[in-house]
């Protein structure tokens, strides 16, 4: 039986604000709103930026612990809410493990080059990281280029980051000129010995081609994230009306394709299966 696809939402990311799209949610309600949307277009997690009172990307553990009880109590049995310890510059490897710890989310999002920026920082991210693996969250590695993949592979062979429990999200177009990302990214990431290890991951595209980026990287196996985050375009090239529109053009792309769309249950089984050795 072929692998299903999962298709995550990322619905405001930690820059956009009301100036670049009135449907970016920016509160707790305004996000059950998107989250219910997305569900049902096929969403089955979703990647949540939490924002302070002014609108700003926050990992203040208080205010994300509020959004992670309130949205999960809504949305527990429909989708996985991953949060995220992205620094977007403003906070350090320390910072970013309390907020896990003070969350305890069931799924989070890191980037691997911000947790383990260079050597010295290595043996307190690989504590951390067997840490999250021995709470059973669930962990996305974060990899921008080949050279983050390749400190992934090592930190593995090396026996620093643990084998389970994780996947991997591969970024596409974040460093090139005006944001703007291309299928063939792709190529620059070693995908065939991320399936020929049995590695789980998946793709998200800055800019106008999201579309076409994450229909290429469905093809190779991979699972997709999508929404305001990174792209605000639709596939004929307007504005979205909001999240859920993005979400229906990959959920009707993959049946298109033959691709089984994988359920928060599914999902979650997944989850349960990626912890085993």
């Not at 090139?176 to 595209?205: H, N, Q, V, Y």
Request: one cysteine or more; aromatic letters at 6%; glycine letters at 6%.
């Amino acid at each position: 039986m072929q692998k299903g696809r999962t298709i995550i939402v990322a619905p405001n990311g930690a820059r956009r604000g009301k100036e670049d799209h009135q449907q970016l949610p920016m509160t707790i309600d305004e996000m059950a709103v998107c989250l219910t949307q997305c569900h049902q277009a096929g969403a089955a997690m979703a990647h949540m930026h939490v924002r302070d009172g002014q609108g700003k990307h926050s990992l203040d553990v208080g205010l994300n612990k509020e959004w992670l009880v309130e949205t999960r109590a809504r949305f527990d049995s429909d989708m996985v809410i991953q949060l995220t310890t992205e620094a977007v510059g403003l906070y350090q490897p320390e910072e970013q493990m309390a907020l896990v710890r003070g969350t305890e989310p069931e799924a989070v999002s890191l980037a691997l080059r911000e947790l383990r920026p260079n050597a010295a920082f290595e043996k307190d991210a690989s504590r951390f990281f067997y840490e999250l693996n021995e709470r059973r969250i669930y962990v996305q590695y974060i990899l921008y280029d080949a050279a983050d993949l390749s400190l992934y592979f090592q930190m593995v062979n090396d026996k620093t980051l643990p084998n389970s429990g994780h996947h991997l999200l591969l970024v596409l177009g974040k460093y090139k000129k005006d944001m703007l990302s291309a299928p063939t990214d792709l190529l620059e990431f070693d995908i065939k010995r991320i399936t020929s290890e049995g590695i789980s991951w998946a793709t998200c595209a800055f800019g106008e081609h999201e579309h076409q980026c994450l229909s290429a990287a469905m093809s190779l196996g991979g699972d997709v994230r999508v929404g305001f985050e990174n792209n605000l375009m639709n596939l004929m090239g307007q504005c979205a009306d909001n999240n859920a529109e993005l979400v229906q053009q990959i959920a009707v792309m993959s049946q298109n394709m033959g691709l089984y769309i994988n359920s928060a249950e599914d999902l979650r089984k997944n989850i349960s299966c990626s912890f085993e050795p």
